[in-house]
């Protein structure tokens, strides 16, 4: 049925609230508020940490063998545990700013909001130009991702069938059979996504995070398992003190930048953290309850980055795959191989819904305190599912979500090496995101002095993070520069 807003003029105002920005003109009474108006929150920091879980540990998980095999058994551990030292460092400066003054203060419904309370001005902008082509890009780079997953089962399942004629292929030098396009699958995927997204409010998507992280845990545990029994193998390579040899020198150094560049994008998260905060209920202090949630969320994925990327080292050494899973070929035991390409591709269904649903909201956000009342932005359609109840839905929201989800799929089947391109955004993300604001907001809310040694140690972080964002953006770039090389619109390689 259709429905009308009662108070369009509420939607357009003149607070920065991108999150639910329609909701408080729908509910019909106090208890269904908080304190700002908006639709309550019913979040706790166990969903939080969920939703931290989905947006960290991602199909990136898999490529951390190699990244270390780039590095060796001494740089390479250390500076993957650097990374869950500073992402958990500044994700606690981070939670802070969710109100301003701290815990008292006026609500920050999005990172830009933040960064326009706090410290204001260029930093706006600068803030908001990257996280959003962050959301977009990690979101065309998981629609990648999950198709490589599709695919991965259909060709395994493909090798298995035909396992005769392909060792008689592979002998006369011919590789024809089981080629298998990736553009049918990411469709579906594409089409799961448009159904998702028409579910208006990210706290309501709680229940995809938790099967999504279950999910995670899952896969990550197969090629735990896999790497391990591999290892034990007395003929297995396992690696090095320095890594990958390579010749010329100029090689290795390109592999460890983008190794690093695999590091910062495993930890990529602080662009949604603010988001994800703005779904908890209001007490305890939403602060607390992200900091508890994200240094679970940390602790977790750090304790599964290194068990995987350890003992898959210890696997394959020097000869680690860029996807663990691949690393074991098709054949033994490749129904395990597909269940955990199944996993892969189920988490990827929430991880999408995660990144993009924030840039969801800054969208309609803008339109809806931009555009005064009319039928395609305000006009309501109610549909009541079951297990979900009302689903609100307006034409514009409806159009807008299809042609976005249309276009990453779309950009995904063009560029079936986006995750390089995926990569050099984490790499130009890592920095200003995660490192960078969270400390110039923290040193403006504490009040920290000039030159005091705390502000000197936290300007030291920022540097050499960002030394290491502009290396691991380079060596994704050459790695780009060579996929283009080889690049045929619609085609799907199987070189990687």
């Known amino acids: 049925m259709l429905k009308d807003v009662k108070d369009p003029e509420?939607?357009?105002?003149?607070?920065?609230?991108?999150?639910?920005?329609?909701?408080?003109?729908?509910?019909?009474?106090?208890?269904?508020?908080?304190?700002?108006?908006?639709?309550?929150?019913?979040?706790?920091?166990?969903?939080?940490?969920?939703?931290?879980?989905?947006?960290?540990?991602g199909s990136g998980v898999l490529s951390l063998a190699w990244a270390l095999s780039t590095m060796g058994w001494i740089a390479g551990p250390l500076i993957l545990f650097a990374f869950a030292f500073v992402t958990w460092y500044t994700s606690l400066l981070l939670a802070d700013a969710y109100r301003y003054p701290k815990d008292v203060g006026k609500r920050n419904y999005t990172y830009p909001g933040a960064v326009e309370a706090i410290l204001g001005g260029r930093y706006v902008a600068f803030c908001a130009i990257i996280q959003y082509v962050n959301l977009v890009g990690t979101g065309i780079g998981y629609t990648v991702t999950a198709g490589v997953s599709m695919v991965a089962v259909r060709r395994s399942n493909c090798f298995h069938t035909h396992e005769a004629q392909l060792a008689a292929q592979q002998a006369a030098?011919?590789?024809?059979?089981?080629?298998?396009?990736?553009?049918?699958?990411?469709?579906?995927?594409?089409?799961?996504?448009?159904?998702?997204?028409?579910?208006?409010?990210?706290?309501?998507?709680?229940?995809?995070?938790?099967?999504?992280?279950?999910?995670?845990?899952?896969y990550s545990s197969i090629g735990l398992g896999l790497a391990i029994g591999k290892a034990t193998e007395h003929h297995a390579d396992h690696g090095s003190l320095a890594g990958t040899p390579e010749t010329p020198q100029a090689y290795k150094v390109w592999n460890v930048l983008n190794g690093l560049g695999d590091m910062a994008f495993a930890y990529s998260f602080s662009f949604i953290l603010l988001e994800i905060t703005d779904t908890l209920k209001a007490k305890p202090s939403e602060s607390s309850q992200m900091k508890k949630?994200?240094?679970?969320?940390?602790?977790?994925?750090?304790?599964?980055?290194?068990?995987?990327?350890?003992?898959?080292?210890?696997?394959?050494?020097?000869?680690?795959?860029?996807?663990?899973?691949?690393?074991?070929?098709?054949?033994?035991?490749?129904?395990?191989?597909?269940?955990?390409?199944?996993?892969?591709?189920?988490?990827?269904?929430?991880?999408?819904?995660?990144?993009?649903?924030?840039?969801?909201?800054?969208?309609?956000?803008?339109?809806?305190?931009?555009?005064?009342?009319?039928?395609?932005?305000?006009?309501?359609?109610?549909?009541?599912?079951?297990?979900?109840?009302?689903?609100?839905?307006?034409?514009?929201?409806?159009c807008w979500r299809t042609a976005y989800v249309i276009f990453t799929s779309v950009i995904a089947m063009l560029l079936p090496f986006f995750n390089d391109i995926v990569g050099l955004l984490g790499s130009i993300g890592f920095w200003p995101l995660t490192v960078f604001l969270p400390i110039q907001m923290h040193i403006v809310q504490a009040q920290v002095k000039r030159f005091s040694p705390k502000w000197i140690a936290l300007q030291c972080l920022s540097t050499v993070c960002l030394l290491i964002s502009l290396g691991g953006a380079v060596g994704s770039l050459a790695q780009i520069v060579i996929d283009c090389k080889d690049y045929t619109p619609f085609h799907t390689s199987y070189s990687r």
């Open 173 to 218: 030098g011919s590789d024809e059979i089981c080629q298998v396009s990736n553009t049918p699958f990411i469709a579906i995927f594409g089409a799961f996504q448009l159904l998702l997204s028409q579910i208006p409010d990210f706290d309501r998507l709680w229940f995809l995070s938790v099967l999504a992280a279950v999910m995670s845990f899952s």
């Open 293 to 398: 949630a994200t240094t679970t969320a940390i602790f977790v994925t750090t304790s599964f980055y290194m068990g995987v990327a350890l003992v898959g080292y210890a696997a394959f050494g020097d000869n680690a795959p860029g996807n663990l899973l691949t690393g074991f070929g098709f054949y033994n035991p490749y129904w395990l191989i597909d269940i955990a390409n199944v996993f892969i591709m189920v988490h990827l269904v929430g991880a999408y819904q995660v990144y993009t649903q924030p840039w969801f909201a800054f969208v309609e956000g803008q339109m809806y305190k931009r555009v005064r009342k009319n039928f395609f932005t305000h006009k309501e359609i109610v549909l009541r599912i079951p297990g979900l109840g009302a689903l609100r839905l307006t034409l514009f929201r409806l």
């Open 10 to 57: 509420s939607l357009n105002m003149p607070d920065d609230s991108a999150h639910n920005a329609y909701n408080a003109t729908t509910l019909k009474n106090a208890d269904d508020v908080d304190e700002d108006g908006h639709h309550k929150r019913t979040g706790t920091w166990i969903t939080a940490a969920a939703h931290v879980i989905t947006a960290v540990i």
